[in-house]
């Protein structure tokens, strides 16, 4: 992967970013993303946020090499706070980090968002808080896809601020359109994730502490929702 072949995982969330987008990328690393974006024309400009100093100096060169630079802002920030309002930003990439980081930083950065932005979110786990997260905070899930690439299952949920909306529990967990859609890579990740909510029971069963019930209990009725999913 490099600024001009993008990972599939990277490609699928370049291609929920609206054309002519004013682009936050957050956790950027090698700032491939925004880069590629800007090469093929499909942005007008990016800010690239990193909080490590190794991936903020790689986004750095990545984005001297491309020429680019009068057009890609890169900044050493955490989180939302690489965004000032003069960006006028009009999406957010936040991606292949876990749900839960994902969430916090959109949490605390709330400061900096206008609600004008979509975002695209690639986390890496932990999507039910995250899903939680956009719930309460009046974001509507547009998009939603499940992809498979070296050997992990990738989501990518794409979401704007509409005011208020209401998911279930099974919703925020499945996520709501996927539920809908089954797409073979839903499916093919919901049979996986079977099988390991069924592995973590049985390890449960032959523990030699006593695990604690609602935790048990909490992964039985995971494990049930999917199997119901899957009949
Ligand atoms: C695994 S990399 C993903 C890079 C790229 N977004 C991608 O999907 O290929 C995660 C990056 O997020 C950065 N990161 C983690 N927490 C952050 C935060 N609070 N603010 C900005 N960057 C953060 C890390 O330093 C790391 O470079």
Redesign the pocket.
Known sequence: MNEQTL?M??ER?AAHVPVGARLA??????G??PVALLRRGAIAAAVA????LT?FHAAERTVRESGQAQRITVRL???LA?IEPGDGITAI?????GGE?IRD?LDSGKAHLSGQERLIL?PNGGEQPLRQWLMDNGYRILCEEVLRENRFDYEIIVAERTGPVVYSAEELYFGPLQIQARSPAFLVKWQRMLRVKQKTLSHFGRARQAVPEDKVQEIARQARWITERLA
């Open positions: 990972s995982r990277l969330v990328d957050i956790g950027s690393d090698h491939y993303l946020g990193e909080v490590a991936p920030a955490n989180g690489a990439t936040l991606c292949g980090m980081t930083i690639q």
